[in-house]
């Protein structure tokens, strides 16, 4: 078994030995990965004291047409090449899956995507499989198929032979800190800014995406981070998705991902490292059911900010390469900031703005139309006045938990009228917010007269309706109001 981009793919270990000039060949579109994997298991197989055939031999990889990369199949070939060779039986391996990079002293190495390799070997109907021991943890996640964990070569064949009892995976688990600071800002912490405070509660129980714009120091920065203490736990079919998303990337192969994720990619980062590639999964991927904060979003190259229009719509990120197609998860959502301005003081009372009007407008213009009108919400905020900010920080977290208390009440309203977890408003489809969301009339009346005046595209018209359904969420109305779509109509881009 190997990942193949967020699923798996099924690979079979064959062996051939032969009298001859003694050689060892790999045969089955492997990459220099896997050739280099011959070294690896020679060396393995005799430092752990068996004996390495003095005859030819061949290892098929099949099927042959699929493109083969890693190192996850060293322990199957290995343990091939002690099968050809009579130093294990057919039985001992029968119906068994492995997997597995291996070190030249024969210690069985953690590896990538174990989740991935889990998933489709139950899919294929194996009841047992054996991974390295150090992925014992995120194993865990799954259930219907037994899994054991091994320490080295020698080790997986005394187990094999019944002479060694293999270790299997332990559920206590203390969870994977995601890279947003777990006793870092809080609600609490910023200073004024009542609205955008309360447009960020809004966001984080609907999954709306959101801009705030202001100018250098009002506090948009800590505002966005403080969002990541708002979001709710994840659940168990949550947890499973970003682990493997995780361990995918190469960022958690021993732990689970236990909270949900906060991303702040640097605005120089590349297209590719945003948005994923043949090498794995992008920050939107592993923004997936957290947050992807981007930092003054217009600074960012107007490439890697049209890519973001496709995954935002669709809530998956879909990568075409030469031969290959893979998709991944880009379930996030978007929070970001911007100045008003290149210099940052446009409107702002207390400094003087020096930008040129074609400097204003093209630093404006970064983010296209298309873009704007898949941002749920934007809000503009000012400067706080200095000796607003000289006041002690509350020494109780009161308003983090009235909001995020709220939030989770949104929430539960939201997965009792869709019927399941993970589902919010911001994730409807125009079909399904006609069926499922209700207006009344004086809400409708107001809805009609604001499409009329603003000019709202179909996407910004529905987009309002799923804003307005979370501030009925959040006060637990089940219709949306006349005053529910007003406040709505208050974020929305003029």
């Known amino acids: 078994m190997v990942p193949y981009g967020f699923e798996g793919k099924l690979v079979e270990v064959e062996g051939d030995m032969n009298r001859g000039l003694p050689a060892f060949n790999i045969v ?20 752990s004291e068996f004996s390495f055939p003095d005859k030819k031999v061949t290892i098929n990889l099949a099927p042959a047409e699929l493109p083969k990369d890693g190192a996850y199949l060293d322990l199957p070939i290995a343990l091939s090449i002690l099968v050809l060779s009579g130093q294990l039986i057919k039985s001992d391996v029968a119906n068994k899956a492995f997997v597995g990079e291996l070190s030249l002293n024969g210690e069985i190495k953690p590896i990538k995507g174990i989740i991935n390799i889990i998933e489709i070997a139950k899919r294929a109907g194996y009841r047992e499989i054996y991974i390295p021991i150090k992925n014992l943890a995120q194993a865990s996640l799954l259930n219907g198929i037994d899994v054991y964990g091994v320490e080295s070569l020698q080790n997986l064949y005394l187990v094999l032979k019944g002479q060694a009892s293999p270790r299997q995976a332990d559920t206590n688990l203390s969870g994977f800190k995601t890279d947003y600071d777990l006793n870092g800002p809080i609600i609490d912490h910023v200073r004024g800014q009542k609205l955008a405070k309360r447009a960020m509660e809004i966001a984080v129980a609907g999954h709306h995406n959101i801009l705030i714009s202001g100018p250098p120091g009002a506090g948009k920065t800590l505002l966005a981070k403080a969002s990541a203490s708002l979001l709710p736990d994840l659940t168990p079919d949550e947890m499973v998705e970003i682990t493997k998303i995780y361990s995918l990337a190469g960022l958690a192969t021993d732990d689970v991902v236990s ?60 990568i075409s390469r030469a031969g290959r197609k893979t998709t991944y998860p880009a379930d996030f959502m978007l929070v970001a900031t911007m100045n008003p301005c290149p210099c940052g003081y446009l409107g702002d ?89 209700k207006l009344d009339s004086k809400a409708e009346a107001l809805l009609a007269s604001a499409s009329e005046r603003l000019n709202l595209s179909a996407r910004a018209y529905f987009k309002i309706i799923k804003v307005s359904q979370t501030i009925a969420d959040l006060v637990g109305e089940p219709i949306i109001r006349e005053n529910h779509l007003a406040e709505a109509l208050t974020y929305r881009r003029r």
Not at 293 to 308: M, N
Not at 388 to 407: A, F, Q, W
Not at 416 to 434: P, T
């Open 28 to 47: 089955g579109m492997a990459n220099k990965t896997i050739n280099e994997a011959k070294e690896r298991v020679r060396s393995a197989i005799v430092n």
């Open 259 to 318: 909270k949900r994720p906060f991303r702040n990619p640097h605005h120089t980062a590349s297209a590719t490292s945003i948005i994923g590639g043949a090498a794995g999964p992008g920050e939107i991927s592993l923004a997936s059911k957290g947050i992807l904060f981007l930092d003054e979003i217009p600074e960012f190259p107007r490439s890697v900010l049209e890519a973001l229009r496709q995954p935002l719509e669709d809530k998956i990120i879909a």
């Open 349 to 437: 009372p207390t400094h003087e703005c020096r930008c040129t009007e074609t400097q204003i407008q093209n630093y404006q213009k970064k983010l296209s139309g298309p873009l704007f009108d898949r941002i749920d919400m934007t809000v503009t905020v000012e400067k706080v006045d200095n000796k607003d900010l000289r006041s002690d920080l509350p020494k109780e977290t009161t308003e983090h938990n009235v909001v995020k208390n709220t939030i989770i009440e949104a929430i539960e309203h939201q997965k009792a009228r869709y019927g399941r977890d993970g589902v919010f408003n911001s994730s409807l489809s125009s079909f399904q917010v006609s069926q499922l969301l």
